[in-house]
Structure formats: C-alpha cells, structure tokens
C-alpha cells in the first residue's frame, strides 16, 4: 500500500508539472500519449483505491457529479470593479495620472507616477482559493460581496493549478479572468456545425456560459482559459511583494498564467505608450480585449489612495473606440422605459458588429437625432457603445436616398432628401398621453405616469428583478399579462393578488392569444405555477431597505447609493423626509442624485403607492436607528454648503454658520443681517438672492427643526470614536512628537479623512516646522491652521480648537 501511495502521489506532481508546461508554459516536454498513458495509470490507482484521491488530483479536471445549483460564497475581500475612462484617446490616459498626481499632492516637479499597465480581457472574473496551497475554492464575482460557488467547473480549466508551486501562503486568494481563445472559440463552434448544434454566439459569453453549467462535464468540454491579475484575501505571506508588477511575478512563480503583455510605465506618457502599442496589436492578439487597466504599481500608494464608493482611485480601465459597421436604417421607432423616456431607436437592416448582430441602435434623444441628422433609408456607421449598446455614431451622406424636385435641368437636376427629418410624436405612443422636455433635460418623458402601462410594466419588472425584491416566478409573461388585462396598475397591487386573479388571468390571456391548451380544454387546470408566484410575492414582504430603495426605481438611484441612504439613515420613514441638502451631505451623494431622491419621495402618487405598500405588509426587515457617524455630517456649515447657494464654498458656508448660528438665523436674515455678516460682496448678493426666491426661507425653517430632531434622536458614539467622521485634514511639515504616520493613524482613527492637497473641501491644515506651500494655500483659501496640541484638543473632542 506504502507503494501504490507513493506512486499516486508520483503521478500527481508528474501530471500537474506536464499541464503546467503544456497548458502554461506553451513548452511541453512530453509526447501527448505519454500524458495519456500516466493519467489512465492514477485513474486506475484512485478507481482501487478512492481513499488517495486528493484536492490536487489531475483526474478532478474531467468533471465531477451534477449540481443541483451553485451555493453562495461570502467574499472576504470584496470583488469591486474599477472605473472605466471612456475618451479612448491619449487625454483619457493622462486625465487618469492627472487624477492620481492630484490626490497624491504632487507637484509638477515631482517625479512621475510608477504605473502597471495590462490588458483588460474580455471574459468572466473568477476568485481562487488556496488553502495550505491547494485549490479549494473557485467564485464568480457576483455582485461584488457575495459570488457563486463554481469550483467543479474551475478545476475543469487546466491553466488553473490545482496545487502552487514553491512556498505558498497559508491562505491566498488569486484573483483573473476565465476567458476563450478565439481559435478555441471557432473551432468549437466548428465542431457544433458538424453535430448539427446550436451555434454559439461569441467567446465571452461562451465562457462565461461554461462557467455556470451546473453539469462539470460540460464544462471540461469547452476550451476555457485563465489569466491571473489580482489578489483578495492573503495570510502568511510574510515576503509578500510591494508592488503590482512584484505581485504578477509572484503569481506567475506559484504556477499561475500572467499575461505577457503587461509594462511598468512612468507618468502618462508611459500609459499613452502602452495604450497606443495594444491598440496597433489589438486585432491580432489571440483573445478578445475591450481595454487597457491602468494600476499605480506601488501597493502602499495604492493604500494611500484608497477607494471612491466601490471604485478604487489608484486604477481605470482605458478603453479603445468600439468595433463599427455601415448598415441602413430601414425605420426609426420608440421605446418607452419605465421612467417615461422616449427613446428614438433605428431599426436596422442586420449587421455583425463587435461579435454579434445588431438589428436596433438606439439615437438617444431627440438633440442626437438632429445633431446626426439621422433618417430612413440613411447608410449609417453603427458603434457597440462599451462593445454593449449598438449606437448609431453617423450618417454617410453621400449615399442619402434624393428624390427629385422641379426646379432643375437635364444636367443639374434638383433634389431632396427622400425622407423627411425625424421627430419625436408629441403623444407617447402606448397611452397616448402627452410628452414633455423638462428645461435643462435632453430626455422627453411620457406625462401618463402610472397611466402608462409600458411605465407599469417596467418599473413592475425592476420591482420584482432578482437584485430588488427578487419575486421568484414572476417573468415578463406574467408581468405583461397583469398589466395588460388591468390586474395590477402599481407595485403595490402585486400584493393583493389571489389565486383566483392568476387563474383567471391566464384563461383570458390564453384565450386572447388563442394558445389554450388541451389539458384546460379537457377540464384540468394548473394552479402549481400561480401558487409559486403567490409564494414568491409574500416571501418578498420583508426585504432589505437597501433593496427596497432600488426597488422603486428612483431615477438616479443604484445598489451603491440605496446602501448609502439606508446605512446612514436607517429607516424608510426618515428617508421619506430627507430634503435634498440632508441627503446631499451623505457620501457620494451629489446635488443631482439628492434632488432626484427628494423629488421623487415628494410626489403624491409615489407617496401613496408607498402607504400602499406598507399597507400590504411590505416593511423593510433590517431598519435601524440612524448611523451615529451622522453627526458630523448634521454641521450648520456642511447642510449650508449643501443648499446650492451660489459662490457659498465650505469655508465660506463655515463663516456664515459661525457668525448667524443657526440656520434658522440665516433664513431670518434681511438685507442689514446679511451685510452685518462681514461676508465678501459676492457671496453676500448671492444669499441674498438665494434667500429671494420662493420658498427657500421655509425650507432653511423645515431643515432646522428636521436636523433637531435627527440630533435628539441619534446615538452616541464610543468615547472618541467618529469625532471627525466628515472632516478633511492635511498635514504638512514637521510636527513635534508625531510622525506622519501617526498622525494619521489618529485622525482615521477618530472617522478622519487625510488627504494630500489643499482644497475648499479642506477643514483643518496641521502644520509643523518648515510647512510649505500646503500652509500657504490654506492661508489663501482661509482654512483653519492647526499645530500638533491644536490637534490633540480637536481628537479630544474641545471645541476651542
């Protein structure tokens, strides 16, 4: 027995360095029946003797047993995504090291940022788990904090090692992507002509479609492949390198595939380089890319930078200018959305572009159609925005349909375009209502509201999706059904349905549609499918606020930002009552999305479709007092700043609240009060005409008495913590007894934000010996100086400071 383990474990290290060297290296060193010959040898061992199978076996990568579905995977570290520069010329480039040297601090005389620059592939974004060195997990990216488990169809790819090389960490999570070759991808679609299969339509989907086959052996039979680019949790990595590149190599020692054509560029000139080198090998790399990424290769630098909601600042994806085609638009339409929007779509003659055909382009809105001049039978240029949405970017005139006209000569013969230019109806074409273009807006919106059933059945089909309130069993059929045959008039009405109203609702559609089936016909009807949608509405009764809030389709409003409102604020009813200056404060919440947000909480037939709601049993499960750390964000001069009054920037809204008191005093100020203020002229006229306009004096009122009450009701931190949550400071100088990093240390310690550069968001400057032109900025901009005891009293909590 001693042998027969011996030898399996033989045949292991044999068969994983062969792959490596075949799959990896592209270097095989043994004649493919060899491989052959030794895989059936440790299939036989492992079929004797189950007991020797391991985690790291070569035969795991054949495929294992069917899966009923695919569990969750909570990810340690998040899977986020990064931003995307869409100028896909040179300035996209240097707008990204532009950014970076911004909020690095630096000067123009500072040496260049040190970057890595790599592709960005066109696949699906996996997360592998090392144990001790051996592969014991594999998860999709999902919705960035929680994937799904897919580690049978992983093992299948065999890039992936299942055990690393050298001196792994205790734990390490290696972060890339699963994508297919081109030539893999053609020759498996030819292998699909030959069975007479179903074609597939491009590699990315293919392999993404691989990926989350619930039988692993269908997976093992597509031609995946694998390149590594990042990490998520790691422990016991005591030489762990210092930066991104230093990192790439590690994993290219574990055994990992690392693209080869990855640089380390300094400053923007070295990523407009890169950027241009990929674009002119583009076409003939092997793989589909829709990019470049850009990363700050120094990994502490990278930790300086830090995050912007879920986008870390330190990377970009550079993107090249989508694949094009020239087709004919053979009619222009409208889509309706579920905001209202009227969207001008072209119906196009069919067209392959960016892997697959586009029969529709949309032309965004009416200004774009008039600045393309887009019309019937027009020969078009036709764009994949992103390689997703199929756009029309503009006309070839030259082959412009003429008609002729009199007036000309046999010579010179007069003519007219064949088609007249294109208008947007003035009536929306589902429920007739009248269309309106708000002032400022490129959009023109359908008035029917909740009148318009094609407003209905989209805001119905966002309510219900997977990532809103998840309505298992709810599908478009059914969707279109209930609104059409006027079951359900809002979101509010799915949860008064029965199933006598489900029943009935299929026997007329089905009547309608003339598709009554046979088994209804003989008398036997089906209630399985109603009872499952019945079910999927009250399991959905008690969801997540944050959900909730995306559920409703508040223009403006995603995941990111409805997990904002309800972190931070905690309960429907107080989210309801926020003004746009209360919600304007919140982070990342600009003036745009706190208006929409206001706006939309303010109109009555939201407001009773959301009584409703609640009605009918819909609370929100995880509702909680408000975030403690709001305090600071309730400041007179941070809820000043936020109200939109012209030329009133944070240091200047600082003034105005030291020197009223309250914002109740501000919106009691005549002419005399505010001269009294001591404010500069500008700003001074500016509040006057702000305070004006109708309304804006109520409304300071109403925030007052709201941020009272919000003060009343929060709760208290711990001793010292949060105290400077929403506060901006920067350091400069030598400071008598506190490092740098110390310094730091404190101030995000208390909820502090440290940043590199001086600016009218900054609130405090603490300056030492020989501080430089950060002081003398601050000076400038008026932002309060502090030393290091001015500091200690601020972390104290002393107002005096």
Not at 2 to 30: F, G
Not at 51 to 69: F, M, N, Q, S, Y
Not at 626 to 634: D, E, F, V
Request: proline share 5%.
């Amino acid at each position: 027995m001693t042998d027969v383990t011996q030898r399996a474990a033989e045949l292991r290290a044999l068969l994983n360095r062969y792959a490596h060297e075949y799959y990896v290296l592209d270097t095989p060193t043994v004649p493919d029946a060899e491989y052959d010959r030794l895989f059936r040898e440790l299939e036989a061992i492992e079929r004797d003797h189950p007991e020797l199978k391991t985690p790291d076996t070569p035969t795991l990568r054949v495929g294992g047993a069917i899966l009923p579905a695919f569990a969750s995977v909570r990810h340690v570290v998040p899977m986020l995504s990064i931003r995307t520069e869409t100028d896909v010329t040179a300035a996209g480039a240097l707008a990204f090291d532009a950014s970076v040297r911004r909020e690095l601090g630096l000067a123009e005389s500072d040496p260049p940022v040190e970057y890595a620059a790599e592709l960005k592939f066109d696949g699906l974004a996996i997360n592998l788990r090392f144990e001790g060195g051996v592969l014991v997990q594999a998860a999709t990216r999902g919705d960035g904090a929680t994937g799904e488990d897919v580690t049978q169809n992983i093992r299948t790819i065999r890039q992936i090692p299942l055990r690393l090389s050298g001196e792994a960490p205790a734990v390490l999570e290696v972060r890339g992507e699963v994508y297919m070759r081109r030539d893999d991808f053609e020759k498996l679609n030819a292998r699909q002509r030959e069975l007479g299969g179903k074609l597939f339509v491009n590699p990315r989907n293919t392999a993404a479609g691989a990926v989350r086959q619930l039988d692993p052996a269908l997976a093992a039979q597509r031609p995946l492949s694998f390149f590594a680019y990042g990490l998520g949790e790691v422990q016991g990595w005591p030489m762990q390198p210092t930066s991104h590149a230093g990192m790439l190599d590690a994993l290219a020692g574990f055994g990992f595939p690392v693209c080869a054509d990855r640089v380390v560029a300094q400053g923007g000139e070295g990523l407009v380089d890169f950027h241009a080198a990929i674009a002119a090998k583009r076409d003939a790399l092997p793989f589909d890319i829709d990019g470049v990424v850009y990363k700050v290769n120094n990994l502490a630098l990278q930790r300086e930078l830090g995050f912007r909601t879920r986008e870390p600042r330190w990377a970009v994806a550079h993107k090249y200018p989508a694949q094009e085609a020239l087709t004919v638009v053979e009619s222009i339409g409208v889509q309706v959305g579920r905001t209202g929007a009227l969207t001008p779509v072209a119906r196009l003659q069919p067209v392959f572009v960016g892997g697959v055909t586009v029969t529709n382009a949309t032309l965004h809105n009416q200004d774009e159609v008039d600045r393309k001049d887009v019309r019937v039978g027009d020969t078009v240029i036709v764009r994949r925005a992103g390689d997703v949405i199929p756009e029309v970017v503009g006309v070839v005139l030259e082959r412009r349909p003429m008609v002729d006209v009199p007036g000309g000569d046999l010579f010179n013969p007069a003519q007219q375009p064949a088609h007249p230019p294109y208008r947007l109806p003035s009536a929306c074409p589902v429920c007739g209502s009248h269309v309106v273009r708000e002032e400022g807006e490129a959009v023109t919106r359908c008035a029917g509201g909740l009148i318009c059933s094609a407003q209905r059945k989209e805001a119905i089909r966002h309510f219900a999706g997977r990532r809103m309130m998840d309505i298992e069993g709810l599908g478009e059929r059914y969707i279109d059904n209930l609104v059409e045959l006027d079951y359900v008039h809002s979101v509010a009405d799915l949860y008064r349905l029965t199933l006598d109203d489900l029943l009935e609702m299929k026997r007329r559609a089905d009547e309608r549609d003339g598709a009554t089936p046979d088994t209804v016909l003989a008398g036997k009807v089906t209630t399985k499918w109603a009872e499952n949608i019945l079910a999927g509405i009250a399991a959905s009764r008690h969801p997540p606020l944050a959900r909730l809030l995306f559920a409703l389709g508040i223009r403006h409003v995603g995941e990111s930002t409805a997990k904002t409102l309800a972190d931070w604020l905690g309960s429907l009813a107080i989210i309801r009552r926020a003004p746009a200056p209360l919600l304007r404060v919140l982070p990342d919440v600009g003036a745009t999305v706190a208006e929409s947000i206001a706006e939309f909480f303010a109109e009555p037939q939201n407001e009773t479709v959301i009584d409703a709601l609640r009605a009918a049993g819909v609370v929100p499960n995880d509702e909680h007092a408000l975030s403690a750390k709001l305090r600071g964000l309730l400041a007179v001069d941070e809820l000043l700043a936020a109200c939109g009054i012209a030329r009133l920037t944070p240091v200047r809204a600082r003034q105005l609240a030291e020197r009223a008191g309250s914002l109740g005093a501000v919106a009691g100020l005549d002419e005399d009060g505010i001269a009294a203020l001591g404010l500069p002229a500008d700003v001074a006229a500016a509040l006057a005409d702000w305070l004006a306009q109708e309304g804006h004096r109520q409304s300071l009122g109403a925030l007052e008495a709201l941020r009272a009450e919000l003060l009343d009701r929060l709760p208290q931190l711990a001793d010292g913590a949060g105290r400077l949550e929403g506060l901006t400071l920067v350091l400069t100088g030598t400071l008598p007894t506190l490092s740098r990093d110390d310094a730091q240390a404190l101030i995000e310690a208390a909820g502090g934000k440290v940043s590199g550069s001086v600016s009218k968001k900054t609130h405090y400057v603490v300056a030492g010996e020989a501080a430089g032109s950060k002081l003398a900025k601050a000076e400038e901009l008026g932002v309060p100086v502090l030393d290091e005891d001015g500091l200690r009293q601020l972390l104290a909590g002393d107002a005096a400071a």
